[in-house]
């Protein structure tokens, strides 16, 4: 029985010294950590906004041409209505709605259209809205990088016009009825060679 007395205190002593241990170690890590005695903490440098993407890109969501039903997703048709004697034109194709979220100028389209002459895949219309304050700086720059270095077909602040490989694209800025706010709406078709 004494044994077995001496064996428990040896295992509480033991207990105790390493609980000590363990909390002088914790205690010198934090006052490593802690500041000096009337510094100022220093603030982290403000973070960049992110960069904004301008390409166009993820509203082709098939090349020109594709059939209706080789459409990749589910779409949503679009009344369009007509003037009962006016001619139909290639302006006055069957526009559906992809129902698939995709981003432009950094943000979600509030229109994104898909039209289709004769069950081809013939032009791609997509807006989005920006403040009126960021549209200008917004614009120029997507449209610079449209045209990469390309020079534009339409010299006005709010118009650009250019190609990209196989696309054509115009594109506007507009100001709408709520002088805060501005539109950027863009036209894809495809490019027709020269």
Known sequence: MAQTRRLIRA??????AAAAVASAAWLEGCAATAPARGSVP?????AAPPAVSHDFGPLVLAPFGTAFKDVPGPLTEVLVFHQPDARRSSEDADCFRPNVVVSFLGRAP?????CFDHDRLKRIEAAVALSAAEAPAVFAAACADWRRG????????????????????????????????ATVSITLVEAVSP
């Open 11 to 16: 295992l509480v002593a033991f207990g105790c």
């Open 150 to 181: 390309v020079p534009a077909t339409v010299l006005e602040p709010d118009a650009c016009e250019g190609r990209q490989g196989d696309i054509a694209f115009s594109a506007r800025r507009t100001e709408g009825p709520d002088p805060a706010a």
């Open 42 to 46: 220093t603030a982290l440098p403000p």
């Open 110 to 114: 509030s229109d994104h259209l898909l």
